[in-house]
């Protein structure tokens, strides 16, 4: 399925959540940190008002709650404005 955000509106594949295990004990998927950095696989066109700065293949560091999550084939996204991003990584 492909997804084109709108407007300002980016599509992020968040990076996978980092596994620390001590001493045999396993932590299930919900006490792991989730991730705040990830890859943005699309995005918008941005707005009159605002031109997009990132692009796909930016990797970008984002808010703890920022964006909404969405599953597409099986796969989890994010999307979010693009004034939830922080930083882009390079």
Known sequence: MNIKPLADRV???PA???EVTM???IIPDSAKE???RGTI???GNG???EEMVVKKGDT???????GTEIELDGEKYLIMR????LAVIE
Do not use: R
């Not at 970008?60 to 920022?66: I, R, S």
């Not at 693009?82 to 991003?85: G, L, N, P, Y």
């Open 41 to 43: 696989v699309a995005a």
């Open 82 to 85: 693009q004034s939830d991003i």
């Open 34 to 36: 989730k991730p705040l």
């Open 16 to 18: 996978p959540a980092e």
């Open 47 to 49: 707005t009159k008002d």
């Open 11 to 13: 599509l992020i594949s």
């Open 23 to 25: 001493s045999g004990i």
């Open 60 to 66: 970008v560091l984002y808010g703890k709650y920022a």
